[in-house]
């Protein structure tokens, strides 16, 4: 199953795929962040929700070195957002 990943937080992700699985799944995730070459393993995910073209997933299974890649790709996330170039009006 292939998909992009829409939101994500060291507890879960929302995936963006056509792919349905039944709630309570259990799988393997591998998210390939842009911004790196290494892919982040969650060895253990289970599918908490399913909507049309969308799963979300909580992470139950993740090795301490992914999950400090996965919380410095989240924190480059969030700075990337504060620091973005707004509109100003007058």
């Known amino acids: 199953m292939e998909g992009r990943t829409t939101e994500i937080s060291m ?36 599918v ?4 049309p073209e969308s799963m979300g997933f909580r992470f139950i299974g993740l090795q301490p070195a992914h999950r400090r890649r996965l919380g410095q790709v989240i924190l480059n996330l969030l700075v990337g ?3 973005r170039p707004s509109k100003l009006m007058y």
């Open 81 to 83: 957002q504060c620091i």
């Open 11 to 46: 507890d879960g992700c929302t995936f963006e795929t056509s792919a349905t699985l039944p709630l309570g799944s259990l799988l393997e995730l591998v998210i390939k962040p842009a911004s790196e070459e290494e892919p982040i393993v969650v060895e253990t995910a289970v």
């Open 48 to 51: 908490r929700s399913a909507r």
